[in-house]
């Protein structure tokens, strides 16, 4: 069960960090997440006036390398770990208790101290109940403080149809919209897309679980001659756009490293009036400094 009371903190601290206030990691260990992706797509739409037609080919590629830092919190994974809806048989128990004293409050203090109290076996009660297992994991999220990220980020699509511009007669087009987003940026308007990795280390298992919020990187672009279109920026993915690979298994000590096929996001042409899905494969390799 993820103990989310732990994560607007991290959160807070992290957003002071992008507007320039302490570094509130300063001096823990990093680590080196490297990433490449490629995606494709393709899709056409065709209006009912059997003319008009829309249709995209898209292609994606991203080789970053992001620079993490320990944020601690090692009872509780950021990413992975235990699933939501785990509930302990100690909060089961205690939630019984509680429901058995209704209103009263004498009651239920009593109920919460002899809780507090009970410390089975020497293990800490509230560690049980919210399944907090300390030491146990390492998280790692993006260094707003330095550098998040080294690498590009690559937007290359066609754009294709046939329209009929009234009172002309119909007429087909074909151009491109490409663009590079090279990294590092100053720029803070980029640092939620940039900066948003986030890495658990189980070292029980060793197993690694990684968010990626891919949708939230632009990538400036240009557009090809015959463009109707004005663009300047397109996301690498659209929509629901963040990658997330749970608990993925290496037997690696200080490198761990995986490659998955995956489908995330879309990418659209004219307003939306076509949308390509994407899919294609990810890399990736960590280093724990």
């Known amino acids: 069960m993820r103990f989310w009371l732990f994560v607007p903190g991290l959160t807070l601290a992290l957003s002071g ?41 898209a292609h994606r590629e991203l080789d970053l390398t992001y620079s993490l830092v320990d944020v601690g919190m090692d009872g509780v994974p950021i990413v992975g770990g235990v699933r939501e809806g785990a509930v302990s048989d100690e909060m089961k128990d205690l939630e019984a208790s509680l429901a058995e004293c209704g209103e009263n409050q004498i009651c239920l203090a009593g109920v919460m101290m002899q809780f507090a109290q009970s410390g089975q076996g020497g293990t800490n009660p509230f560690e049980a109940m919210t399944g907090m297992q300390p030491g146990r994991y390492r998280n790692f999220a ?91 920026g397109v996301a690498f993915a659209e929509g629901n756009a963040t990658v997330e690979l749970l608990d993925q298994a290496s037997s690696g000590t200080g490198a761990f490293s995986g490659e998955t096929p995956i489908r995330i996001g879309s990418a659209s042409h004219n307003s939306g009036q076509v949308g390509a899905g994407l899919s294609g494969r990810l890399h990736w390799s960590l280093v724990v400094e």
């Not at 509130?24 to 680590?31: C, E, I, L, T």
Request: hydrophobic share 40%; glycine share 12%.
């Open 17 to 57: 960090m992008a507007h320039g206030q302490t570094d509130h990691f300063a001096g823990n260990d990093r680590v080196s997440l490297h990433v490449q992706i490629t995606l494709d797509g393709s899709d056409r739409k065709d209006l009912p006036n059997g003319v008009e037609w829309f249709a995209i080919t």
């Open 142 to 232: 993006g260094d707003r403080a330095g550098t998040c990220a080294e690498g590009r980020v690559v937007v290359s699509d066609v754009l294709e149809g046939v329209v009929i511009p009234p009172p002309n007669p119909a007429v087909a087009y074909n151009f491109t919209r490409k663009g590079q987003l090279d990294l590092p940026q100053s720029d803070a308007s980029m640092a939620d897309g940039i900066c948003g990795a986030e890495v658990t280390l189980d070292v029980a298992t060793g197993a690694v679980s990684l968010r990626l919020p891919l949708g939230a990187i632009t990538v400036p672009v240009t557009m090809g001659p015959g463009a109707f279109t004005h663009e300047s």
